[in-house]
């Protein structure tokens, strides 16, 4: 049976034989930088320009469900589109490139690590930089109406595996752009 590194794996060298820059968020980035949990999908900002798309629905089939169409679409609007993996039945979340200056600034940023908590064997790939993976967690808990346990809980992981190397002026500094700098302070506060 395919697992979700097993189709991380297949995707990861479309994107790199493409040449499509990009890195790895959400839970499987606090995972790597904090406590491991368990995910049933992956988010990737990916570089990805719409005359890029075609060629790469081509590449992805048949290894991948990938709607052509939906993902011009989608691109067109600045928002994610999903993939599906076929064999293991894993959606991963294709996140395109915000164009404001946050968005590059981390994507600047990200790390080449060898991702272990996805499976036995380590997947050499691009993550988001730990102080990002708190911003952009922030992010999305404040989207969700500060509710979430399990993205607070993330958050919290991150502090306490990576915290004595964390950049705290850099997240300060990019927290009042985002609008989220309270819920920064109140994160490092616990």
């Known amino acids: 049976m395919a697992t979700l ?8 060298a479309i994107f790199d034989q493409m040449e499509i820059p990009y890195l790895i968020g959400g839970s499987v980035a606090s ?19 719409d005359d890029q798309i075609d060629e790469l629905a ?8 990938a709607d052509a169409p939906a993902m011009h679409r989608a691109l067109a609007l600045g928002r994610s589109f999903n993939l599906i993996h076929n064999a293991s039945v894993f959606k991963f ?23 272990t908590t996805l499976g036995p064997e380590p997947i050499e790939c691009a993550v988001a930089a ?42 300060r500094e990019w927290a009042k752009v985002l609008k989220i700098d309270d819920l920064l302070e109140e994160l490092l506060a616990e």
């Open 5 to 12: 590194a097993d189709g991380l794996y297949e995707l990861l």
């Open 31 to 49: 995972s790597a930088h904090g406590y491991p949990r368990t995910t049933m999908d992956i988010d990737l900002v990916a570089a990805v320009r």
């Open 58 to 65: 081509k590449a992805l089939h048949p290894a991948f469900y």
């Open 93 to 115: 979340d294709i996140f395109p490139l915000g164009r404001d200056a946050y968005s590059r600034a981390s994507f600047g940023r990200r790390r080449f690590i060898e991702l």
């Open 130 to 171: 730990a102080e990002d993976t708190i911003l952009r967690k922030l992010e999305w808990y404040r989207a969700g109406g500060e509710t979430s346990e399990r993205q607070w809980n993330d958050l919290r992981g991150v502090l306490r595996v990576s915290g004595e190397v964390l950049d705290y002026a850099y997240m």
